[in-house]
């Protein structure tokens, strides 16, 4: 069966420090992969997505970036956090026409 | 571009009832509708999805029923109960690779 990992679970960094969260899918080949920010409260945002190694479209421009180094992982990475980047951020999955799974997510808190 | 959005931001349902949380949609083409289930502090749970070839889907004590004439989206709980309290999210998605679009959330408190 497939799994989606997310580290770190909870992040508390200062404001202009980098980021680096990761995400891994296990039990399948070649995922759809995505990053969502989610404020408190609020709705989700889709960030990066990617349909394979390398290939990167953003969907909002930011102060972050993401990166497939290999096919099943994906990174979201920040050189300097803003206050505004704090959130919940979640990685989803999906393959081909299959349903889409999200991981469980890295609160993330700048202050 | 266009967006699908909710109807009821918040709803309250007595334990037993049932639960009828409604979604719109803008998009014509999109032949893909997903219902998920978000509890405090976790990630987004699928719980049932439906394709534009279909009116109705039923799964365990949760219905979806598409209405593409008029764009609209429900998910039906049947028999409320306490564990069903959390914010729902209806997406929508054209064929391919493009990314679901999601709605901005409905909270359901289920009241004992």
């Known amino acids: 069966s497939q799994t989606i990992h997310q580290w770190p679970a909870t992040l508390v960094q200062p404001v202009g420090s980098p980021l680096s969260l990761e995400c891994t899918v296990e039990?399948?080949?070649?995922?759809?992969l995505y990053w969502y920010r989610q404020a408190a409260g609020r709705g989700l945002q889709l960030l990066f997505y990617?349909?394979?190694?390398?290939?990167i479209s953003s969907e909002v421009p930011q102060n972050l970036s993401a990166s497939r180094p290999q096919d099943r992982q994906f990174i979201l990475s920040s050189k300097k956090l803003l206050l505004s980047d704090s959130g919940f951020y979640l990685c989803?999955?999906?393959?081909?026409?299959?349903?889409?799974?999200f991981g469980p997510g890295t609160r993330l808190t700048v202050l | 571009g266009e967006s699908v959005g909710l109807h009821l931001p918040t709803l309250s349902v007595q334990e037993g009832d049932n639960s009828i949380i409604n979604c719109a949609y803008s998009?014509?083409?999109?032949?893909?509708f997903i219902w998920y289930k978000q509890e405090s502090g976790k990630g987004p749970q699928f719980i049932i999805d439906?394709?534009?070839?279909?009116d109705k889907r039923q799964g365990q004590r949760v219905t979806v029923l598409l209405n593409k004439t008029v764009k609209h989206l429900s998910l039906q709980i049947a028999a409320t109960q306490p564990g069903d309290s959390a914010v729902y999210f209806c997406?929508?998605?054209?064929?391919?690779?493009?990314?679901?679009?999601f709605g901005k959330g409905t909270r359901l408190s289920v009241i004992a």
């Open positions: 990617s349909v394979g190694i390398g290939q």
């Open positions: 439906i394709r534009s070839n279909m």
């Open positions: 998009n014509s083409a999109s032949d893909y």
């Open positions: 039990g399948t080949s070649n995922p759809n």
């Open positions: 997406a929508e998605r054209e064929a391919g690779n493009t990314p679901l679009v």
């Open positions: 989803a999955w999906r393959v081909a026409k299959d349903t889409q799974y």
